[in-house]
């Protein structure tokens, strides 16, 4: 079974990093192109970042581009997001999911507050 669990995700103060982590297991990991979406309250689920099979090719969501940087170690199976110069409104629940398949982790809470 395919298994997805996020974690890294808390509370920051505008300006602030995290560096959020998905541990991926029950299937190839380096076969599938991997990528974040988020959630806030109110809002549907949009992609944030993608990142290809081998790690060479990425892309962003304009609202994050330049501050987020996707990346992923397939040896150890496990896709990385690393956060930087948090606002507000990147608030939301945070979740991986390989490209192109419909199962979910359970998300991880960020939420960037004074």
């Known amino acids: 079974q395919v298994h997805l669990v996020e974690s890294g995700g808390g509370l920051v103060q505008p300006g602030g990093s995290l560096r959020l982590s998905c541990a991926a297991s029950g299937f190839i990991f380096s076969n599938y192109a991997m990528s974040w979406y988020r959630q806030a309250p109110g809002k549907e689920r949009e992609l944030v970042a993608y990142i290809s099979t081998a790690g060479d090719r990425t892309s962003y969501a304009d609202s994050v581009k330049g501050r987020f940087t996707i990346s992923r170690d397939n040896a150890k199976t496990t896709v990385y997001l690393q956060m930087n110069s948090l606002k507000p409104e990147d608030t939301a629940v945070y979740y991986c999911?390989?490209?192109?398949?419909?199962?979910w982790g359970q998300g991880t809470q960020v939420t960037v507050s004074p």
């Open positions: 999911r390989r490209w192109g398949r419909p199962e």
